[in-house]
């Protein structure tokens, strides 16, 4: 315990002091990175943390491309229990609140769920796919989609089961095209969901409008036919921005893409 | 201005040298890990960082405390270099958002900066108060504030001196009261920070208007008065929803404590 007390000034004034030299520029990125270089792995490690959490908190704001430095800090992030904890806490924080909703009995009381990197994990595209380095392929894409083989994220097909069971009705809200109905609906019930309301996919008309303005026009509609929609749960803020906002919004992890 | 650069950290240390002595008693672990408990501090560890990720994705919604497991987690963190990275990088981000601005030239630009935890960091104070863990006592706090020695997080001083190079008018909106406006303003200035446009404060009909709603009612003066509020930069969820919003929004860390 002592040595523990002492350690966090001692760490701090080094970090202070090795900072002041650097102050100048905002970040100091080390001139060369090699991978035998602890410190450069351990600032390369520091980065990467505080370059997801402010893509976690939208600070990052539009995004192309994971960056070059922090590709193994993704790929260890997405393999780890860190971001199957993370969806877990995220569902027992959603289910917190979903049980202080009352349900009215009326059928009108909704939940939206988004699908990928949400309902369902594309990890085995993505691990073969350098975990969203790559350019997006439309090919290869449509290709893993047509599979129907992306399993259950757990801690979210819990959460989809248990808002069920409360009485919420279950909206199943993506980007995914309309001729992805079949293999998107077939996926899900592989994965284990099932029960959805209804299942709502980007239709013809929609092509080319951003996923953000979608994603609200399509939650419009059902506050017009009288859902209350308490929750939305999505790994992109476009799912959980825009208007016709739901009561609380449940953000998920991905720092593999964006999604504007 | 290098001696400027040199003055905080060490000042920093010599709060943190002075306070290690009373160390022992402000953290109060959990009973029944022991520090030879792997298994258990891994699993502590990567609970903690699925917390504190909820709650800058503000999944937690509101909360009162740190759990009790994450006491040491945040401590560690807040005393780290990731928490200096994590404003560096938010601060990174602000300024490529600002420099994509086009200011008008008529004084109408602004950014928004809260104080506690944004501009200044209160770490000397919550060091000696269990970093969020006691429940918030308001003399020795208003003591604190009446000290005026909060320093600068110097990721925010830089940003803020930038942006008012590029010609933001720069709004202080703080959740501290009208009687506190000496004490904020004499702190902010031995911090470094001048030039502001106006500092606000909580004045006595503010009273128990909650944060969200006093700070969206001050932006609303704002914009009515005709600025247009670019950005906005603050460590709760309650500087940067709302209403008569920002632009852009950027949520600083804080795993310390809650204001909703």
């Keep these: 315990m002592p040595s523990q007390l002492l350690t966090a000034p001692f760490l701090l004034l080094s970090i202070l002091v090795s900072s002041a030299a650097s102050f100048e520029p905002l970040i100091q990125l080390p001139k060369a990175i090699t991978t035998n270089d602890r410190k450069s792995n351990v600032d390369n490690e520091v980065f990467c943390a505080s370059w997801h ?3 976690e908190t939208n600070n990052a704001g539009s995004w192309n491309k994971i960056p070059s430095r922090c590709l193994s800090f ?3 992030y997405i393999t780890s229990q860190r971001y199957v904890s993370d969806f877990e806490i995220v569902a027992n924080f959603s289910l917190a609140y979903a049980s202080s909703v009352e349900i009215a009995g009326d059928g009108k009381d909704a939940w939206i769920f988004d699908v990928d990197e949400t309902l369902l994990t594309n990890l085995p595209y993505y691990q073969a796919h350098g975990f969203g380095s790559e350019t997006f392929n439309e090919t290869s894409w449509d290709a893993w989609v047509d599979l129907a083989e992306a399993p259950a994220m757990h ?3 819990k959460l989809y089961n248990e808002l069920k069971r409360m009485g919420f009705k279950i909206f199943v809200l993506t980007g995914r095209s309309e001729n992805q109905r079949n293999a998107t609906g077939k996926n899900l019930m592989w994965a ?4 959805w309301e209804r299942l709502l ?3 013809p008309s929609d092509g080319g409008t951003p ?4 994603k609200s026009e399509r939650r419009s509609v059902l506050v017009n036919e009288g ?3 308490h929750g939305s749960s999505g790994d992109q803020w476009s799912d959980l921005l825009g208007f016709a906002l739901a009561k609380r919004s449940f953000k998920l992890p991905n720092p593999m893409y964006y999604v504007g």
């Design 53 to 55: 959490l402010s893509v």
């Design 74 to 76: 993704v790929q260890d």
């Design 155 to 157: 801690a979210s097909l």
């Design 192 to 195: 284990g969901f099932n029960g």
């Design 201 to 203: 996919l980007r239709g």
């Design 211 to 214: 996923a953000i303005v979608y």
């Design 227 to 229: 859902y209350r929609i």
